[in-house]
């Protein structure tokens, strides 16, 4: 093997034939040395010949001799499948390559190429197996003529040729002929003569129509178009015979498929017809008289086809190698190759490759048997291993670092993730190979690594060691900084002290932000670093100023503050420090010199006003705030300094001058126009107004409080608004503020209240001398019962009258008499009213309406009580006064348990026997108005139950009983329904009410617009 390498290697080929030639089993390699390098290929063929018999070589050497043009009779055992599907291709070999367009749907754009070759030699059994497959037009037209023309089967060639014929190209190829020669009559005419088989009428059609179609001009018609037209007619008359014996194509198309073929030929692009690339490259090797390279998408694990490659091409060795390993061959010229290329290429192994599962077990069986496996393993590296074996072998031991660095460096083996691995887990680790590092070889091995490893490393020797100085840059700091949660304090505390000493080498105006956060964490937690880090004499962007006069603050280091004050660049920054010191007490004079030395005049006065509301001077500190106020540009700050200015203003004593009243009016009227005041304000100028003994601005500023405050405020505010309305003797504005409130309201609260016995009070300096009458309507829908609205309204309402006498039964002055209608009393229940209550008062009544169907009455029913009839004939005549439409069935039951209840389907009114015991005449005539109300709403379409709840109440007061005892019928109901307990009666007849806002309702209603019209229209007078 020595002799044939050395030989190879000197490219002696005179005598490596010698050599091949005296010993046995050469003839593959002493035909390659004939043919590649004395291109004798008679000598080639007679060698390849002999290399057939040998198993190694068989179908290689078929493979060459076919190439030479010697192809043997026997094929080889090991045979290729695509030179199986040549030889098929080139034999017509039908079954085979049938089988393989079937073997996958995407080989059927292969037909054409596959069979257009050997459509002549088709029988019609092999036409039958093409109809199932998908064909181009070309093909099917091929197909088509030659069951036409050849095997004469018409029935055949009419599925072919349906295809062709339905093609996008045919039709415009017939449409073009029928537009411009073969009108309809004539296309007629020519189709009766192909059906008659009259040749000589055929070909009169079609001269008159070559006739007609060279008069045709160029502008309806381009020249290609004709002069081709004109050929396929030329064509149709030469095989008129053939036509009209032939395939009966006229009974679709006036131009046969081989004229319409002829013009799609001359007209479009021809179809592409692609074919396998196994097929085109051995077409391309067979045929081409040079011996070219296969390629390696070619049949990739058929061996011979790799023996071939090997020898044209010496690039594929290694491949070859790592594919079949058995080969003898492939060893000799791998080592061949590796002597060639040694001096050149200084990669031991090719890059991506594997060694073979052979090759790769032999080697890992040599090295679990070493003693020594780190030699063993660098004399391996050394004279070359793949990069997968070199992972292998670095995952079982410890291999030096720098043994790894200088592979990566030379770049014998790449970066992958299992080096990676590797250079981690020996850099984490303090051996003492890895401690011996120097920091180039650290930083080298680190620039290796991922961002995520290199912090895993760092970390690692940090916690045991301190890092080299030369190591850490501002990436690494980085990574230590996004660790900081992983870590305990101590390990963080290591960290800092280190990072700090590397910032502190660093140059002051070259910190960034990702050293100043390593500053601002020192700062938070030792103090002692903030004189170890301080601001520069000369001030520069990146020092976070804000930051450190905050942590100046926090640890109350008021000295160091007080010595740089006087550097802070920005007057902001400037500011937040002289006030932390204002706020610390601090009265030193640096504190002065340095408001005095900002840039901004508006904050400067700020700071100046402060400084002497701190000392106890307010007239110099109100005079700055005068002067910030002007001089201020921002709205916002405007309305902040005018509030400040006005905590001034309190501090003054009540001997105070005009000229500082003057100047508080002026700063309220500012903060008025500027939407700045709010009700505590208004409160405070009023108050400040009252120390100055000013009430009439007192009086203005206390109005402006009442109409911000909510009514909770302004319930705590009317004495202190009625004691300055007297003071400022301005009791009749008051008394319309006042009045106003009332008209404002709709529910009842206690600010109302409180207003109206301010207003009605006969002690009040404020009572209203004349009452209106629109005033009392409106108290009335608030308090209905209160003593001196009730009182007053009974001089003019009856119904006020009637209250009274419910209610309060003392002898009134002023009495209204009984009203009286020169009309006779109509009764008419309610139709559309105007409420002001809600009707969530009445929703504990509505169990008292039944809106299911009622089962039929049982005469037990009804009890013996005499006034049953009376009842029953009482609700009669209501009904009918009322013109209801349908009667109402009473029922009277013991077993109800609520006092009577309504049901709608049918009319019923079914009452329980101990309630209706209690009742008379009257309460039942109030009784039956409610319910006949409630039928008639539901009539109307009000389905609420809330809602006809509260009408029930409402049409109780049409039925002219007494209203003493409907409030008395309202309050048992309520107390059966535990709405109120009965010992409150004891109490005033406005707290009853409250506690009852039905009743409240009920009472407003009585009182409302809506009830004195009814009296008017209807003559109604309630008793």
């Known amino acids: 093997m020595d002799t044939e390498t050395e030989l190879i290697r000197t490219q002696n080929w005179t005598e490596l034939k010698r050599f091949y030639s005296s010993s046995a089993g050469h ?95 088709m029988s019609a059994q092999n036409l039958h197996l093409m109809q199932k497959f998908t064909r181009s037009a070309s093909f099917s037209f091929q197909l088509g003529y030659h069951a036409d023309r050849r095997l004469k089967d018409h029935d055949l060639a009419a599925k072919f040729y349906g295809d062709f014929l339905s093609d996008a190209w045919s039709r415009r190829v017939l449409e073009e002929a029928r537009k411009h020669f073969l009108d309809a009559e004539k296309s007629r005419m020519l189709q009766n003569a192909y059906a008659q088989h009259d040749g000589v009428l055929v070909q009169r059609i079609l001269k008159a129509s070559l006739a007609k179609l060279e008069k045709v001009s160029d502008q309806s018609l381009p020249e290609i178009w004709r002069s081709t037209l004109c050929e396929a007619l030329n064509w149709e008359l030469k095989h008129t015979t053939e036509n009209i014996f032939g395939f009966p194509f006229w009974k679709k198309s006036e131009l046969s498929p081989s004229a319409i073929s002829l013009v799609q030929q001359k007209m479009f692009s021809p179809e592409k017809d692609p074919e396998p690339v196994s097929l085109s490259f051995w077409k391309k090797l067979f045929l081409n008289s040079k011996l070219e390279e296969i390629p390696a998408t070619l049949d990739p694990d058929f061996l011979p086809l790799w023996q071939i490659r090997v020898e044209l091409n010496s690039d594929t060795l290694s491949e070859a190698l790592l594919r079949f390993p058995n080969e003898e061959r492939f060893l000799l010229l791998w080592s061949v190759r590796q002597r060639e290329v040694e001096t050149k290429n200084p990669k031991r192994w090719p890059a991506n490759e594997k060694e073979s599962n052979v090759v790769r077990k032999n080697l890992e069986r040599a090295f679990d048997r070493s003693n020594d496996k780190v030699l063993w393993f660098d004399r391996l590296r050394k004279s ?112 800092l002290k280190m990072v700090l000493k590397f910032i502190q080498s660093q140059p002051q105006k070259k910190l960034e932000q990702r050293h100043w956060q390593w500053i601002e964490l020192a700062w938070d937690r030792d103090p002692a670093t903030l004189a170890s880090f301080p601001p520069p004499l000369t001030s520069f ?71 002497y509301e701190n000392k106890g001077e307010y007239e ?95 319930l705590s505010a009317l004495d202190r608004l009625l004691d300055i309305a007297f003071q400022a003797r301005a009791i009749e504005e008051a008394q319309r503020l006042l009045i106003e409130s009332v008209f404002q309201r709709i529910q009842p609260n206690p600010l109302t209240y409180e207003i109206l016995n301010a207003l009605l009070d006969p002690n009040s300096a404020f009572r209203i001398r004349h009452l209106r009458k629109e005033f009392l309507d409106r108290a009335s829908q608030i308090y209905p019962l209160h003593f001196e609205v009730l009182k007053s309204r009974a001089a003019y309402d009856y119904r006020a009258v009637l209250l009274w006498d419910s209610f309060y039964g003392e002898d009134l002055e002023v009495r209204s008499e009984i009203p009286s209608y020169s009309k006779k009393r109509r009764y008419e229940l309610w139709g559309l009213t105007e409420s002001l209550t809600l009707p969530e008062v009445y929703s504990k009544f509505t169990k008292y309406l039944n809106t299911l169907p009622l089962k039929k009455a049982d005469s037990k029913l009804l009890s013996k009580n005499a006034f049953v009839e009376t009842a029953k004939r009482l609700t009669q005549r209501l009904t009918k006064s009322f013109q209801l439409r349908d009667a109402v069935e009473i029922r009277v039951l013991d077993e109800l348990e609520i006092p009577f209840r309504v049901s709608f389907s049918p009319y019923v009114l079914e009452v329980k026997s101990e309630f209706f015991e209690q009742l008379d005449e009257e309460m039942w005539s109030a009784l039956s108005v409610g319910v006949l109300q409630v039928l008639h709403d539901r009539e109307r379409g009000l389905f609420d139950e809330k809602r006809l709840a509260e009408r029930f109440f409402q049409g109780m007061l049409l039925s002219g009983s007494p209203m003493a005892k409907l409030l008395r019928f309202w ?25 009852l806002p039905f009743v409240k309702a009920l009472l407003i209603f009585f009182l409302s617009t809506d009830f004195e019209n009814k009296m008017e229209d209807c003559g109604f007078v309630p008793n």
Not at 44 to 55: G, Q, T, V, W, Y
Not at 409 to 420: D, G, L
Not at 560 to 572: H, K, T
Not at 581 to 599: E, T, W
């Open 27 to 121: 003839s593959w390699e002493l035909a390659w040395v004939y043919l590649l390098r004395s291109h004798d290929s008679a000598k080639a063929i007679e060698e390849f010949s002999k290399s057939i018999r040998d198993p190694r070589y068989e179908t290689a050497s078929f493979i060459l001799l076919w190439k030479l043009g010697q192809k043997p009779s026997m094929r080889p055992a090991d045979f290729s499948p695509s030179l199986r599907l040549f030889e098929a291709y080139e034999n017509s070999d039908f079954s085979y390559l049938i089988h393989f367009i079937e073997k996958s749907k995407e080989n059927e754009v292969y037909l054409p190429a596959l069979f257009s070759k050997s459509i002549e030699k």
């Open 384 to 495: 070359g291993c793949s990069q997968d074996f070199y992972e292998y072998a670095i995952s079982k031991i410890p291999v030096p670092v720098s043994w790894v660095l200088d592979d990566l460096k030379n770049h014998f083996i790449t970066t992958s993730a299992n080096v990676r691995i590797f250079l981690r887990d020996q850099l984490c680790v303090q051996t003492s190979e890895s401690s011996q590092l120097s920091s180039q070889q650290l930083l080298e091995a680190i620039s290796y690594l991922t961002p995520a490893e290199t912090q895993q490393v760092l970390l690692s020797r940090s916690v045991i060691s301190e890092i080299p100085h030369q190591i850490l840059n501002d990436e690494f700091i980085d990574l230590f900084w996004d660790a900081k949660q992983k870590v305990s304090d101590e390990v963080f505390s290591k960290w």
């Open 541 to 611: 962007q990146a020092f976070p100023w804000e930051i450190y006069i905050q942590k100046l603050n926090q640890h109350e280091n008021t000295d160091q503050l007080l010595q740089v004050l006087s550097r802070i660049p920005e007057d902001r920054l400037k500011e937040t420090a002289i006030l932390e010191l204002m706020l610390n007490g601090s009265s030193d004079q640096r504190v002065l010199n340095a408001i005095h030395s900002m840039k901004t005049d508006y904050i400067r006065h700020s700071l100046l006003a402060t400084w």
């Open 620 to 714: 110099k500190a109100l005079h700055n705030r005068e002067a910030e106020l002007q001089l201020c540009p921002i709205i916002n700050e405007q309305l902040r300094i005018a509030r400040e200015a006005l905590n001034l203003y309190k501090k003054f004593e009540t001997s105070g001058s005009r000229e500082i009243l003057s100047s508080l009016l002026n700063m309220a009227d500012f903060l008025e126009k500027n939407g700045g005041l709010e009700a505590h304000h208004c409160r405070e100028i009023s108050e400040i107004s009252v120390k100055f003994l000013a009430w009439e601005p007192a009086w203005k500023w206390t109005i402006q409080e009442w109409n911000r405050s909510s009514e909770a405020e302004r």
């Open 971 to 995: 309050v048992w109901l309520a107390i059966h329904e535990e709405m109120i307990t009965p010992t409150i009666l004891k109490s005033d007849p406005e707290n009853v009410v409250d506690q």
